[in-house]
């Protein structure tokens, strides 16, 4: 992955750190009992995506999109001091839909990278897939949902070797401002959606095991993927 570091001014974004003890449903490491931090406008270190500022649906936003026609989709890790993933809970707005250099099959990809390892090597990460929330075809209403790890478990090895184990359906639509949670505690992730009180999508074997990590605004190929409003807490 190419690797560059931008400053990307007056993103709405907000971090808010863990506030109970790790025994209380997990905690974001080393952030225990801390009072809700505002980022710095924008730090983001952007690996194989391009960033800006704009506005989307009534409201300022980071707009990703992949360079060059890339095909490879990409990640943008987010730099907040101490902000080491491990277990817990992560909020964003997501709104993604075809981008400039979509093909067909490509469906607005767009989520979150988890427990991201140095230089984005590995990372767990799950996203939407915004154009097939409402398709007509049912199957691809099936896949609207998406666990994958990266390099090594992609969706497509997931989808041949264990299918509908790691994809789901919930209702999307593509370039509108969709709430994401995601919740983790050792080795499994509940995908939350639309501030539903139950998950859409629960993996009960997270490929990288228990390690933390950092934490990474996440686009698939041909997607135009616009995010605010991020945050991290203690799980519920």
Not at 70 to 98: C, K, M, P, Q
Not at 131 to 142: H, I, L, M, S, T
């Amino acid at each position: 992955m190419r690797l560059a570091t931008v400053v990307v001014a007056g993103i709405a974004l907000a971090a808010m750190m863990a506030l109970g003890s790790s025994r209380a449903h997990g905690a974001i490491a080393g952030q225990q009992r801390r009072a809700p931090v505002a980022l710095e406008p924008g730090a983001l270190t952007l690996l194989d995506v391009t960033a800006s500022v704009a506005q989307h649906a009534g409201r300022q936003a980071v707009r990703l999109i992949e360079p060059d026609n890339g095909r490879r989709g990409g990640v943008a890790l987010i730099n907040i001091s101490g902000l080491t993933f491990t277990d817990g809970a992560l909020e964003v707005d997501v709104a993604g839909r075809r981008g400039p250099f979509a093909v067909p099959d490509d469906r607005g990809f767009i989520g979150l990278a988890f427990r991201v390892r140095p230089g984005a090597a590995e990372y767990e990460y799950i996203y939407l897939r915004p154009d097939n929330g409402r398709a007509n075809d049912q199957v691809r209403r099936n896949h609207s949902t998406q666990y994958a790890s990266h390099p090594a478990f992609d969706f497509a090895r997931l989808r041949q070797e264990s299918p509908e184990r790691y994809e789901s359906y919930v209702d999307l639509e593509a370039g509108a401002w969709t709430r994401m949670r995601i919740e983790v505690q050792g080795t499994t992730a509940r995908l939350f959606v639309h501030d539903a009180p139950q998950p859409a999508l629960v993996v009960n074997d997270l490929k990288l095991g228990t390690g933390g990590g950092g934490v990474g605004l996440w686009i698939g190929p041909g997607t135009e993927g616009f995010f605010s409003r991020f945050s991290s807490a203690p799980a519920r």
